[in-house]
């Protein structure tokens, strides 16, 4: 997150202007077939107009481009923070098709997804939710941390996520067909299952699966000087803490530092912030409470500065 | 699913314009006796216009002509994936009839199967729910994985399954008289059973039941390889990796592999993704996220490929 | 439920018409007095305007009569698919009154049964509900399965089943005095009660109560082979593996085959299904799963077929 | 409840008229002073018309009128079907102030006590619940079975029933004044009492509490044959069964018979239904399913009839 | 509570006019620069037009106007009818404020404290809530039992109880900056504190707390000889009854009978109950349905009387 | 909180003007950047007219601009009562930002927080909420005690606190890009974190965290002294009992007295109350009802005064 530009270098969506002439974004890399169907006007401002960055860990994107190929649903699994979000947005730029993104959340209804009736001047007039406008107009949705979700919510995405590709919307009598562009990708973190809160076999057996992990040191040191603008041996330093962080996963912490929150750190540190105060503030404070694992990791801290 | 027609080769409902001459529906099957009671223009959305692919197992499509013949309410049981949803498209096409699909969950009302009234210009109108328009129109109506329902929900249809055929319209002060076409055929898998969600005896004691399995090795494979574009012998290793899993339910596992997620893999293969990595995606890393049974089922898929 | 008449034969409802002349109703068995207080003729759809084939038992149809005199309202107990709803519509018809059933569940609230606003062109506007209609116009109100409502529905009812037979709409500011023709009758299946789930005392103390079991085998071959279209013999095969089914009630099985599944089974083999699969579709399939008891059932389907 | 008048000789509150000339009921006990402060018109459908039948068991005529003529808020205790319904009534008829009966059950809201806005055609309009009505115009507010109802409920009658005697509309912005025959008085069985279900102190401690217990022997005898129109030696019967039955109480039984049961038994009985069966319909098997008692109970029916 | 005079003499709010000449009231007392900051109109239906009676216990009185006086919020403790609701009155009345009281409940929302929009012929408009009303206008805001709201409901006070003194109305899009007199009041009894219902310590911290109890012996005589009309010997032996009660709090008894409680028994003697009946009946009865504790309590009523 | 000015000398929000001339508002602190920057008018409402008093403990003040200069999302740890609320004020004055305060609760929805439609005379219209307005304006949106919200609040935050920076309303079809001055601030108190309630690790890996504790012995006598007038060695005796019930944190009290209280024992210490009764009502009575734990305050507060 550098400073001259932390509302302008990364946000996709920031504009949903075309790519303007000497841009750097690769269109010729997209299939010469997708750009044909074009999704409806309706969906512009869903468009990722510039290349996220992505930097790609294994063969996941020739994966997912082949689970598009043929629409299979995907499902993304994996910590927090550690690039899924940025992976679909990044597909979706590949593929030049637009992305609706749900945050679920275990008060969203299906109406929520699928739609409602409002009330207008003129009486009730429907409005497409997020699910049924992606499936109408053809785009990728993308619901993040479905397991987040009410059971509804997760059943009302069956019809789409089977040969079927159809979302009855029983409330206004009316069956959508999938535009041939729509596809629905799924992310979660299985480290949050429980007995109370995980999908259901049937929605599970309806996706395809890729699993996400922290990427290699060298790559993730690499993600996270280009992000934060600090030089790769800081963003090394930063990546050897988060690891001995990962490895307290169960002894402890609930969760390791992710690669956001290396961002984050290396962020303040090209602010000019100390990096043990930037460590602290952005790495140790926010995960943890308890004095023994803040001990442990800010002697990593210290470690390595 | 192939890749050339993923969205137009099997998707019963996405046109309702009738067969095109030189069809391969063989109108000729279905009984002559019910084309005569045309149900209501209503429900043209509702029609199933090609033939699905269905590969009867056994006497399913007999006992189930017999019990649509005398109108009994039906009970699909089985895993997810095994093809109920499809038998009862099949069979809906067979009979020339349309087919009402809702996909039950623990958030759907009575009301969202009845109807309800919805605010207009002109004050409330009242708006019949997929059930009462089936009952009310003439079509079979499909109640998917009813066990996730309320119970208000299951009890709504109890005037309907005996011999009544009645569906009261209490907020509407109606009661609808069932469609001579009209018929109830609900679903569920009885490994979700548990104490707190099962169906009440009164519940169950209104419909006659059919048991669903994956089929036999030959047929399995048969059908994979038709739905997928693999060629038989790809179909046969795929059948035989969901056979292992099968026997590892409840020593590990939920649910075995489904023949729904072979078909997956068999496009993916079929896309040009190495048998491997298909497999693992579209088989292995849905399922489970357990290191041990991840190690087993892996192992299953590099005896076979 | 035989083929050529499964929406004629039996279905009380389905005109309203008076009945014709040579109709075989006894029109002249009901009494005489009661004939002469017509209820409005709101109730038209609520008349059962045939005879509903009903096969008295033991006094049923004595005492109920004699309570309906002093207006005595009566609790039905027994299992499901007995003959309770049958004997209420029989009744109904008997005395020559209009029957106004509810299906009861627990997400039914009291509003539902009394009535509600409804929003109008011209503001809002009363809606008496089920039991507000049946108070007001003179009707039988018979709540099916009251057990399963909320408390607030059986209390509800207390005002109009004790000497007041009033009924305050609270939120209209009405109280409405009962029809003189006016009367409560419930259903419940003791085999459900538990603990969570009971009558209070104060609802249980305002009713008189009629015990419902299943037929004696000679009676209930004849109701089956009348209601199903099967011979008198196979009829009586039906009832000897229904009563072996009803020994198991609590030691394995939840409930008994009911009578309502033997016409369902009866209706099968009419059809022309053989007696093996038409047992096994309509009596076993439908209410186990249990590898053993289903290994019972079929053993005792063998043994008469 | 005989069988001529079940609609006509008990109903106070079914015509609203005056009493007519020549009426048993005697305007001269009612205390002049209350007369003179005649409660609004709008109460009119809640007076009680006639005499209802009550015979005081002790000294809780005066009691309860020592209470109204200082206004004290007041709780009656006591087993359902002893006549605490009655009670009120009578007390009502004999102080000429009309009565609003609330039967409480755990989904009532506060709103439904105190109002609510309503949805007119010139918008919102406030409409009185009956516990701003009563208040509001002078009535005696009788809330049944108060320890059903939600603490919203109870809570919302604290200011109505201390020194304040007021009632705030929050959601109207308003204060309502108790008219100065308000008075307000509960119901309640002790024996439900649970650690879940109890009346809070600060509520009991705001009421005067007058114990209510079956009658004894012949004054029950009395009430059964006035009521029912059996004979007295056919009554004293009865409550000799009734009796029996009360001691079962806590040990296998949740209430005894109460004397409403009976004047049903005897309804049934003076109708001409036998005894025995009279006694079973009314008597046992209403109170219980469990077989010891209900051979227990019908063994004291035997020995009476 | 005397005959004569039951909706006369207590009841500060019954006539919102301004103290006639020759009152009693003594304006003088009142501090006079609080004087000039006169609140709005809109509370005028809010002001104590006439002196509470309230005997003072200890400097209760002088604390609570040095808290008035730099506007710190109150929090008052107590067992219920110990007279902290007739402080907060007679605080209101002699520092001129008006005063807001709203009962709290475990159903009512913050809405219901800070305002809601209702419909209009003219759309949707803005009514305020109690809360919001006391902060804009300038009144004493006193919650009742604050203990039984929910989270919301004391979550909301929390920025008018510091140094911010706002109500943000999210819903409204505004600030309500607090009126120079407001302040808020709550009680709770902390007999009621269970590890369910407690406050929360950062809603506590926002309070000063003054502690109340029953008063000595003479003094609470005293009281109810004032308040109930009896003689000081009938009201001393009252005292000794609830005395004895009190001592049996924890040993049987929830709580003991409270100054309210006796206020009510002298009242019924006054009216001429003999004092056994009226102790019977406002003492005994209404706190304990407990054999041993009625007779333990019958038994000091017939020490006394 | 001195007397003559509660409503006055601290009250940031409480006119919206500019800051007067000669005023002591130290604008020139500003960073000249932000200052071009400048929101919407729609949150004049919303600015820090006057310099909030602040006595910073450490380097929190320039963390938090770096972090602010990246726009960080940041999270403020600590106890209640220990400043966190007034450090958010001066950091929103300091950097001449408009601040939107929302005090979180478990009864709030998203959409309490993201905005809904609201019916017009013409229709339904959109209402931003608190988070939606300060991201399209430019605000800092404080979310105060956060862990208490429900999980749908802190998700609805997720697309706003990662490098996405965007809002999405669902409901409206529409996405807010965050405005370049809207950072998002939360507060939570470690000490109430259970189980039950926590902040999921997806969120908490999304801030950078402050840790705030109560100040140093004189820089805590300080601040007391400044906001409630009264003098040093006052406050620091005030400082002394404080501490003394933070080493009874965990051992009989769920908290300490925080430095708010203090002030409100300065307050009416300033007022003119005995600081022994001023002790007892601000800082004993409102933390404890215990009477071990109010003996070992009580003998703290002696010793001090």
């Known amino acids: 997150m550098r400073h001259e530009d932390y509302v302008r270098t990364y946000a996709p969506r920031q504009d949903a202007r075309p790519a303007r002439a000497g841009s750097v974004m690769p269109a010729a890399h997209r299939p010469a077939a997708d750009l044909s169907a074009a999704p409806a006007s309706g969906?512009?401002?869903?468009?990722v107009a510039?290349?996220?960055?992505?930097?790609?860990?294994?063969?996941?994107?020739?994966?997912?481009?082949a689970a598009y190929s043929v629409r299979l649903p995907v499902m993304l699994k994996g910590p927090t923070g550690c690039g899924k979000t940025r992976f679909v947005e990044y597909m979706a730029w590949k593929l030049g098709k637009p992305l609706i993104t749900v945050a679920c959340n275990e008060d969203m209804t299906a109406s929520?997804?699928?739609?409602?009736?409002?009330?207008d001047a003129n009486g009730t007039r429907w409005q497409d939710g997020p699910l049924a406008m992606a499936a109408r107009l053809g785009a990728i949705c993308y619901l993040d941390e479905v397991v987040e979700a009410r059971q509804d919510?997760?059943?009302?995405?069956?019809?789409?996520?089977?040969?079927?590709?159809?979302?009855?919307?029983?409330?206004?009598?009316?069956?959508?067909?999938?535009?041939?562009?729509?596809?629905?990708?799924?992310?979660?973190?299985?480290?949050?299952?429980?007995?109370?809160?995980?999908?259901?076999?049937?929605?599970?057996?309806?996706?395809?699966?890729?699993?996400?992990?922290?990427?290699e040191h060298e790559v993730e040191a690499e993600i996270v000087a280009h992000e934060s603008g600090v030089g790769l041996e800081v963003a090394k330093n930063l990546v050897h803490i988060a690891e001995?962080?990962?490895n307290l996963?169960?002894?402890?912490?609930?969760?390791?530092?992710?690669?956001?929150?290396?961002?984050?750190?290396?962020?303040?540190?090209?602010?000019?912030?100390?990096?043990?105060?930037?460590?602290?503030?952005a790495l140790v404070r926010p995960i943890t409470d308890d004095p023994d694992m803040r001990d442990a990791l800010d002697a990593a801290v210290t470690t390595y500065f």
Do not use: W
């Open 43 to 47: 969906l512009d401002a869903y468009r």
């Open 50 to 65: 510039r290349e996220p960055y992505y930097r790609a860990l294994s063969d996941e994107v020739e994966l997912y481009e």
């Open 112 to 119: 929520d997804l699928v739609g409602r009736y409002l009330l």
């Open 153 to 215: 919510t997760t059943v009302a995405i069956h019809p789409l996520t089977d040969a079927r590709r159809i979302l009855p919307l029983e409330k206004k009598g009316e069956i959508i067909e999938a535009h041939p562009d729509f596809q629905v990708v799924i992310s979660y973190n299985p480290g949050y299952q429980s007995l109370m809160k995980d999908l259901k076999q049937s929605t599970k057996q309806r996706f395809a699966a890729l699993d996400f992990h922290y990427p």
């Open 244 to 246: 001995r962080s990962r």
């Open 249 to 281: 996963k169960g002894h402890g912490l609930d969760e390791g530092i992710s690669t956001r929150m290396l961002i984050y750190a290396g962020s303040l540190i090209a602010q000019g912030v100390a990096p043990l105060g930037a460590c602290r503030m």
